[in-house]
């Protein structure tokens, strides 16, 4: 399932809620914020890919901290499956300051 996922199935999901397993065994909220398009790095484009790179941005709970790696996140869009996805934080959500940002990236 994750090598076939592209940005379009996660557009138009802005703002939707995503369970995110952790290694604690506990479920916590991950709202997805944005999804970003890597149309070229350096003037390179990605014409031999599978999919053209993106990157997906989370709002993580208020007060709890991921460490970076791999959580498994469900949604209605993946059906019954749970994804792993690789997240990184990437600071404080704005929106939120008790919250804080990750990017998952998909190549």
Same mark, same amino acid.
Request: charged share 20%; with cysteine; net charge negative.
């Given at each position: 399932?994750?090598?076939?996922?592209?940005?379009?199935?996660? *557009?138009?999901?802005?703002?939707?809620?995503?369970?995110?397993?952790?290694?604690?065994?506990?479920? &916590?909220?991950?709202?997805?914020?944005?999804?970003?398009?890597?149309?070229?790095?350096?003037?390179? +484009?990605?014409?031999?890919?599978?999919?053209?790179?993106?990157?997906?941005?989370? +709002?993580?709970?208020?007060?709890?901290?991921?460490? +970076?790696? *791999?959580?498994?996140?469900?949604?209605?869009?993946?059906?019954?499956?749970?994804?792993?996805?690789?997240?990184?934080?990437?600071? *404080?959500?704005?929106?939120?300051?008790?919250?804080? *940002? &990750? +990017?998952?990236v998909f190549n």
């Open positions: 399932m994750l090598a076939k996922l592209k940005a379009s199935d996660f *557009t138009g999901h802005e703002n939707s809620n995503f369970e995110a397993s952790a290694d604690d065994g506990k479920i &916590y909220c991950f709202r997805l914020k944005e999804v970003v398009m890597k149309k070229s790095i350096s003037g390179h +484009q990605f014409e031999n890919m599978n999919r053209e790179p993106f990157s997906l941005f989370f +709002q993580g709970p208020e007060g709890v901290r991921f460490s +970076q790696g *791999t959580i498994g996140l469900r949604h209605t869009l993946f059906g019954s499956e749970e994804v792993p996805v690789f997240v990184v934080a990437v600071g *404080t959500d704005q929106a939120n300051p008790l919250c804080l *940002t &990750y +990017q998952a």
